[in-house]
């Protein structure tokens, strides 16, 4: 729903990729402003979109950059009330198809890594604790991006691995039962989450998907 919302900005991003911005992400900046009582609460607030939206970037942009080193061109890099997404010119095999998509994750594993590393030297004060924070969004991201359900990476890199070891037909069949279990989980596991932690994802993995990649014909 989110990923077709109508752009309302765009420019040339990394490796002269075109970067669309989509207005549900307006939605996003509202629900994190929202949360502000105050000018300080809003100023770090804001802080914490932008790493958010930043991080997502990046991973899109590990995407796109396995995609064109394959040869294959990336139309544009979409970021939205949801996430984001790499969208290619054309297909890819299912080879080429797993380094593209196992690349965002290893791009926000990456940042995290590094922003591990970096915050403890960091000045004590804002630097510190952006530089800390952006560590565990990435962490967040790349782990919660392998949950193997679609559309997630991970969703995807299980289909994949799958098909290395048997048809295609049992691939889809085994990652598709495999995802319903998680997505019918899903909705109890979120509730939980709000009600204990305070913690809510818009995000709710296609339970009807899933239902059909466990029927396929093998």
């Given at each position: 729903?989110?990923?077709?919302?109508?752009?309302?900005?765009?420019?040339?991003?990394?490796?002269?990729?075109?970067?669309?911005?989509?207005?549900?992400?307006?939605?996003?900046?509202?629900?994190?402003?929202?949360?502000?009582?105050?000018?300080?609460?809003l100023f770090y607030n804001a802080i914490f979109l932008g790493l958010v939206i930043g991080s997502i970037y990046?991973?899109?942009?590990?995407?796109?950059?396995?995609?064109?080193?394959?040869?294959?061109?990336?139309?544009?890099?979409?970021?939205?009330?949801?996430?984001?997404?790499?969208?290619?010119?054309?297909?890819?095999?299912?080879?080429?198809?797993?380094?593209?998509?196992?690349?965002?994750?290893?791009?926000?594993?990456?940042?995290?890594?590094?922003?591990?590393?970096?915050?403890?030297?960091?000045?004590?004060?804002?630097?510190?604790?952006?530089?800390?924070?952006?560590?565990?969004?990435?962490?967040?991201?790349?782990?919660?991006?392998?949950?193997?359900?679609?559309?997630?990476?991970?969703?995807?890199?299980?289909?994949?691995?799958?098909?290395?070891?048997?048809?295609?037909?049992?691939?889809?069949?085994?990652?598709?039962?495999?995802?319903?279990?998680?997505?019918?989980?899903?909705?109890?596991?979120?509730?939980?989450?709000?009600?204990?932690?305070?913690?809510?994802?818009?995000?709710?993995?296609?339970?009807?998907?899933?239902?059909?990649?466990?029927?396929?014909?093998?």
């Amino acid at each position: 729903m989110f990923g077709s919302s109508k752009v309302i900005f765009e420019f040339r991003g990394v490796f002269g990729v075109p970067v669309h911005i989509g207005s549900s992400i307006l939605l996003l900046v509202l629900l994190f402003l929202s949360f502000g009582s105050s000018s300080t609460q809003l100023f770090y607030n804001a802080i914490f979109l932008g790493l958010v939206i930043g991080s997502i970037y990046l991973h899109e942009l590990g995407h796109a950059w396995a995609t064109l080193i394959q040869g294959i061109p990336v139309r544009r890099i979409m970021i939205y009330g949801g996430g984001g997404f790499c969208e290619r010119t054309r297909s890819a095999t299912p080879r080429q198809e797993e380094l593209i998509v196992a690349m965002g994750p290893i791009v926000n594993l990456t940042i995290w890594a590094v922003a591990s590393l970096a915050w403890p030297y960091m000045p004590e004060g804002l630097l510190m604790w952006a530089v800390n924070l952006l560590a565990w969004i990435n962490l967040f991201l790349a782990i919660f991006n392998m949950i193997p359900v679609q559309p997630l990476d991970g969703g995807k890199l299980f289909h994949l691995v799958l098909r290395r070891f048997t048809s295609s037909g049992m691939a889809t069949r085994i990652a598709g039962g495999v995802g319903l279990v998680i997505a019918i989980l899903w909705i109890p596991a979120m509730y939980l989450a709000y009600t204990k932690l305070g913690f809510l994802l818009f995000f709710f993995p296609p339970i009807g998907l899933h239902w059909q990649m466990l029927r396929r014909k093998l």
